[in-house]
């Protein structure tokens, strides 16, 4: 079984400021890692995923997310964030071989303030 | 495309009354998922059919809790009877096999007030 960890529920930051927001991931088998992004009263949108390749991949709004398997890490960055940046963010994992079935941290709720 | 569609968007009912949720996926996608989320639990997945078939059901809280997707373009979850602990945002996404994007996408979802 997967099961992820994020270990931040709040984070407050400063318009223009560099963002982290951390995951981390556990399982016993190769696993597609993923970030879902949740603005109020939506539904969720995806930001960016990793299925194999390189361990950095970019996404959409200027953020990406680095792949480390020895810390089982899928951090989040972003360099400079915007107002419009605030949302809760979601990470996810799936196993390779069960693809269907995510499994969600229970967020990380971003702020951005001006 | 429209996207995933859920109604209705907001429900209020009183406890012990039938509530049902309705999802229109995204034309041509052959995978659903209905999730619930609350503050104390976050965002759980209660089922998902692939080709309208129910493949796993393990996170149906209960037997008042029931879903079905009787044709690719509709499904409908139903608590039968609802209890104020079922109060929670749902949400219904949709995927396409074919692709292996392996991404979901989600409908607005419908808030869920049982009092």
């Known amino acids: 079984a997967q099961s992820v960890t994020q270990l931040d529920s709040q984070v407050p930051v400063f318009e223009e400021a560099p963002v982290e927001l951390r995951c981390n991931y556990s399982?016993?088998?190769?696993?597609?890692l993923f970030w879902y992004v949740q603005y109020p009263n939506q539904g969720l949108q995806l930001l960016l995923k990793y299925l194999s390749g390189s361990t950095l991949v970019k996404g959409i709004n200027g953020f990406e997310a680095e792949f480390n398997k020895s810390q089982t890490s899928f951090h989040l960055r972003k360099p400079s964030v915007h107002i419009s940046d605030t949302a809760e963010y979601f990470c996810?994992?799936?196993?390779?071989?069960?693809?269907?079935?995510?499994?969600f941290g229970t967020g990380t709720r971003l702020q951005v303030f001006p | 495309d429209a996207g995933v569609i859920q109604s209705p968007r907001h429900e209020v009912t009183e406890m012990g009354q039938e509530v049902t949720l309705r999802c229109k996926p995204i034309s041509g996608h052959n995978s659903l998922f209905w999730y619930r989320q609350t503050m104390m639990r976050g965002l759980e997945l209660l089922i998902y059919?692939?080709?309208?078939?129910?493949?796993?059901d393990s996170g149906m809280p209960e037997d008042r809790f029931s879903a079905k997707m009787p044709n690719a373009s509709f499904s409908t979850l139903k608590i039968q009877p609802s209890e104020p602990r079922d109060s929670a945002v749902y949400f219904c996404?949709?995927?396409?096999?074919?692709?292996?994007?392996?991404?979901?996408?989600f409908g607005p979802g419908t808030r869920l007030t049982v009092t």
């Open positions: 996404a949709s995927s396409s096999l074919s692709t292996s994007s392996y991404e979901q996408y």
């Open positions: 996810a994992v799936s196993s390779s071989y069960n693809t269907d079935k995510l499994i």
């Open positions: 059919f692939n080709n309208n078939v129910p493949i796993d």
């Open positions: 399982s016993s088998v190769s696993v597609y």
